[in-house]
């Protein structure tokens, strides 16, 4: 049983930064792909950052040199930086892990940027 838990969203001015975190339950090697996606209200989920297992990574256009996404596996754990933060960033965002053609989703953490 994959369980992912989000941590670090919140209420942060626009310019300002947050760091998300993503704690996998047991060894992240196992996934070859791991990522971030987020859901605005009354809209679809997007991808924002995905790594490899290999530590490629690749980004939205929109997030492009203001977030970036890393993985500690020997914390087990996702993260996202994210900077110079935006009101169109706010959203519910979402951990990913992809195993064996499955994907696995956290439950979600709330990220608001004031204006």
């Known amino acids: 049983q994959v369980q992912l838990v989000e941590s670090g969203g919140g209420l942060v001015q626009a310019g300002g930064s947050l760091r998300l975190s993503c704690a996998a339950s047991?060894?992240?090697?196992?996934?070859?792909?791991m990522g971030w996606y987020r859901q605005a209200p009354g809209k679809q989920r997007d991808l924002v950052a995905v790594?490899?297992?290999?530590?490629?990574?690749n980004y939205a256009g929109s997030v492009k040199g203001r977030f970036t996404i890393s993985r500690d596996n020997a914390k087990n754990t996702l993260y996202l930086q994210m900077n110079s933060l935006k009101a169109e960033d706010t959203a519910v965002y979402f951990c990913?892990?992809?195993?064996?053609?499955?994907?696995?989703w956290g439950q979600g953490t709330q990220v608001t940027v004031s204006s």
């Open positions: 047991g060894s992240i090697f196992r996934f070859n792909l």
């Open positions: 790594i490899t297992s290999a530590g490629i990574t």
């Open positions: 990913a892990a992809d195993q064996n053609g499955r994907r696995y």
